[in-house]
Every structure is written in C-alpha cells, then in structure tokens.
C-alpha cells in the first residue's frame, strides 16, 4: 500500500496490510485480528495495574490517615509535623510497595495504542485504499464509510458503559474516584454525536477493543485467575475509613500542593546536609560580621553579607 512507515500509526499500517496480504484475511478480519494481537500483547501490562489497584485500595485507609496528618501540619504551618508525617507516609509506601503514581501506567499505555491504530485507519479510509471499500462484512461492507444503520456507533457506546459499570469493581474503593467515575459514565453520550460519522473501519477497531476489555475485566475478576497472577484481593473498608469526599479537583490541588511542600523540604534537607558537609571538610567559614583580630568597628571583606550561611541552608 505504500503507507507503512517506522512510526506508530505506520507500524499498525504495517500490521493490518501484512494480516490482509499475507495472511489473506479480509480487512475486517486483519482489523479484528491486529486489534486482539495488540491487546494480549499489553494484557502484562493490564495485569501489572490490577496488581496496583489492589494493593492501593487495601492500604488506603492507612494511607488516608497518613495524608490528613500531611494536610494537618501543612495547615497549622508546623514543618516538623509535616517533615514527620511525609518521612512516615514514604516508609509506608516502601514497605508496601505501594505507590499512586504506578495507577497511570495502564492508561499510559493503552493511550498510544488507540490512538495509532485510530489514525492509522481513519487515514486509510480517507486516501481511500480501494481494497476497504469491500472489505466488510455484512450490513457494513464499505470501511471507509459511516455505518448507515448506526449500530456500530450504538455498540460502541453500550460497550463502554459496560466497560465503566464491570471494571469499577477492579479499582480503588475513594470516594474522589467515584465522583471521576460518575462523569465518565455520560462520556460516551457525549462523544456519540461526534464520532457516529466515524469510518466503519474505526468501529471495527474500537468495537473489537471493547469486547477485548469486557472479557478480560471478567477474566481478572475470576479469584483462581487472580491468585495465579499474584493479585491481590480488594478489601471492603468501613466508608468512615474513607477519605473524606471533597471532589476530584480538589483532592488533585490538595496532592499537588503536598508534592510540592514535600520537595522544599526535601531540597533544604539536602542543602542542610551540603552545608555540614562543607563544615566537616573544608576550611571553616566565617559567620560573624567582624573579626575579632581587627580593630572594632571594621568589617572584614568576608563578612560583608548579612547571612554568610544563607548560601548552604537557604
């Protein structure tokens, strides 16, 4: 076809024109079959993330308490509360080997993955390639075409809302979380009128992606399935020992302005440390405004500056 490249999107070109030429499927069938390809392929990843959720939720509670102590200090301008309760959240992260960050990873990768394979479809649809114009099935055999019938787009969606409802019992129970997920329970109506003029070849793919998702969400829920690939169970915890609900936004603005206490703290422990460094092995440095051995009243050129120490310690 002469679209391929090194690219992402030339990448999954290259795929679907090598299930269609070589292994001789019909192009739905290569976009079926690339689709399903791409999704084991990242399923390690899925597994890792369940892993995460898991542990996450289990330790939440504690996690919780540790961050209000976090907010407490932090709000009564008290640093050595704050230093504590920060040096005690990380030890408690350590032990557990629990980290929030880790929960970006799946969306992380699962991002790029749609997005090459929706540009690299949409721009074969576009040029058109001439091969896509009879390689569907069924009441949609033209793949560079919207689907005349509107299924395919009403699939979709009733499949994402499934995805939503089936996969909130695989993350972590917080109440801020369940706000999030309430609004992308509209999302899908949202985006309808958007996309329902999509290419069929599109729908192909996002529908193949959804189905791929519902059965591993049943799959991972499956307890032998879980033991066998180390996730942990969830615990149900007690809605008191919950965060409190104080919306998406403002639980991100509150995290945000932690991370960023936590490494002005980090940083003058670090200068703190440069600083007895210094005073441990080099030549000692002079912190008074004048020097005993001159005459009273003149200031020694060193000591011009009103906080010498202010260059270590800040």
């Given at each position: 076809?002469g679209?391929?490249?090194?690219?992402?999107?030339?990448?999954v070109q290259?795929?679907?024109?090598?299930?269609?030429?070589?292994?001789?499927?019909?192009?739905?069938?290569?976009?079926?079959?690339?689709?399903?390809?791409?999704?084991?392929?990242?399923?390690?990843?899925?597994?890792?993330?369940?892993?995460?959720?898991?542990?996450?939720?289990?330790?939440?509670?504690?996690?919780?308490?540790?961050?209000?102590?976090m907010?407490?200090?932090?709000?009564?301008?008290?640093?050595?509360?704050?230093?504590?309760?920060?040096?005690?959240?990380?030890?408690?992260?350590?032990?557990?080997?629990?980290?929030?960050?880790?929960?970006?990873?799946?969306?992380?990768?699962?991002?790029?993955?749609?997005?090459?394979?929706?540009?690299a479809?949409?721009?074969?649809?576009?040029?058109?390639?001439p091969?896509?114009?009879?390689?569907?099935?069924?009441w949609?055999?033209?793949?560079?075409?919207?689907?005349?019938?509107?299924?395919?787009?009403?699939?979709?969606?009733?499949?994402?809302?499934?995805?939503?409802?089936?996969?909130?019992?695989?993350?972590?129970?917080?109440?801020?979380?369940?706000?999030?997920?309430?609004?992308?329970?509209?999302m899908?109506?949202?985006?309808?009128?958007?996309?329902?003029?999509?290419p069929?070849?599109?729908?192909?793919?996002?529908?193949?992606s959804?189905?791929?998702?519902?059965?591993?969400?049943?799959?991972?829920?499956?307890?032998a399935?879980?033991?066998?690939?180390?996730?942990?169970?969830?615990?149900?915890h007690?809605?008191?020992?919950?965060?409190?609900?104080?919306?998406?936004?403002?639980?991100?603005?509150?995290?945000?302005?932690?991370?960023?206490?936590?490494?002005?703290?980090?940083?003058?422990e670090?200068?703190?440390?440069?600083?007895?460094?210094?005073?441990?092995?080099?030549?000692?440095?002079?912190?008074?405004?004048?020097?005993?051995?001159?005459?009273?009243?003149?200031v020694?050129?060193?000591?011009?500056?009103?906080?010498?120490?202010?260059?270590?310690?800040?």
């Amino acid at each position: 076809l002469g679209l391929g490249g090194y690219t992402p999107v030339g990448l999954v070109q290259n795929l679907l024109e090598c299930l269609h030429i070589d292994l001789g499927l019909p192009w739905w069938g290569a976009i079926v079959a690339g689709t399903v390809l791409a999704r084991t392929l990242v399923f390690p990843v899925m597994v890792k993330g369940q892993r995460e959720a898991a542990k996450l939720n289990n330790h939440l509670p504690a996690m919780t308490k540790l961050t209000n102590a976090m907010n407490e200090a932090k709000a009564s301008g008290n640093k050595f509360e704050f230093a504590k309760a920060y040096s005690d959240l990380m030890l408690f992260q350590k032990k557990h080997d629990v980290n929030p960050l880790r929960g970006f990873l799946v969306p992380l990768v699962q991002a790029p993955v749609f997005i090459s394979f929706f540009m690299a479809l949409r721009q074969m649809s576009q040029l058109p390639v001439p091969s896509l114009q009879n390689g569907g099935v069924g009441w949609f055999p033209d793949l560079t075409a919207s689907d005349p019938l509107y299924l395919l787009p009403l699939l979709v969606t009733s499949s994402m809302w499934a995805i939503l409802e089936l996969g909130a019992e695989s993350g972590v129970d917080n109440p801020n979380l369940r706000t999030m997920k309430a609004v992308f329970r509209i999302m899908p109506l949202v985006i309808l009128p958007f996309t329902i003029s999509f290419p069929t070849a599109v729908f192909t793919y996002w529908l193949t992606s959804n189905v791929f998702s519902l059965l591993q969400v049943g799959f991972l829920r499956m307890p032998a399935v879980r033991r066998k690939l180390g996730i942990p169970d969830r615990i149900k915890h007690d809605p008191e020992t919950l965060p409190a609900r104080e919306g998406f936004i403002k639980s991100i603005k509150s995290g945000w302005k932690n991370a960023q206490a936590a490494q002005q703290l980090a940083e003058r422990e670090r200068r703190i440390k440069q600083h007895l460094n210094i005073a441990a092995k080099g030549p000692l440095r002079q912190t008074f405004a004048e020097t005993p051995l001159e005459p009273k009243g003149v200031v020694s050129p060193r000591a011009r500056k009103d906080r010498p120490w202010r260059d270590t310690i800040g």
